[in-house]
């Protein structure tokens, strides 16, 4: 028997936080039939952001990337508190990755893989999706990243 999301965070050193609290007036997420929308999750890791500002200037790639791992978790414990488990995930169906970044900063693909490849070695082929990585000018609380998900269930 093949390994849940769960067993495969933890053998990543990883596992689903406690949902975000939502920081206006929305739900972390939303069943609507086979699928479960998540808001956009910030890199919240005990209640605080990890960072703030601009990727290219006050935070790193490699900063930003981790970030953007931290999002795809909280989008992660907004799927199980809406399903019950991460195993009734059928599909990772599409990732909206946000970056906050300076004007010359380019990578906004490189950010998403943290998402992307966090995603894929949790849930293996149902991992794989399509995807949107955006450069804003500025996010919520001035994080340097925000993620949503579409999952099918």
Do not use: W
């Not at 920081?23 to 910030?42: E, K, M």
């Not at 931290?70 to 946000?98: D, H, P, T, Y």
């Not at 995603?119 to 949503?148: K, N, T």
């Amino acid at each position: 028997m093949s390994p849940t999301p769960e067993e495969r965070l933890a053998e990543l050193g990883l596992s689903v936080p406690e949902v975000a609290r939502p920081v206006a007036a929305y739900v972390p997420a939303v069943r609507s039939g086979h699928h479960v929308f998540t808001s956009g999750q910030l890199p919240m890791r005990e209640g605080q952001l990890m960072l703030t500002g601009k990727v290219g200037g006050e935070v790193s790639l490699e900063e930003a990337v981790e970030c953007a791992r931290q999002c795809a978790l909280n989008a992660l414990a907004a799927v199980r508190a809406e399903v019950g488990e991460l195993s009734a995930v059928k599909r990772i169906v599409k990732v909206v990755a946000f970056v906050a970044s300076t004007p010359d900063f380019t990578a906004q693909p490189l950010v998403a893989n943290g998402v992307s490849e966090l995603l894929g070695e949790v849930f293996g082929e149902a991992g794989r999706h399509a995807r949107s990585a955006v450069g804003v000018s500025v996010l919520p609380l001035d994080a340097p990243v925000e993620v949503e998900l579409v999952v099918e269930i």
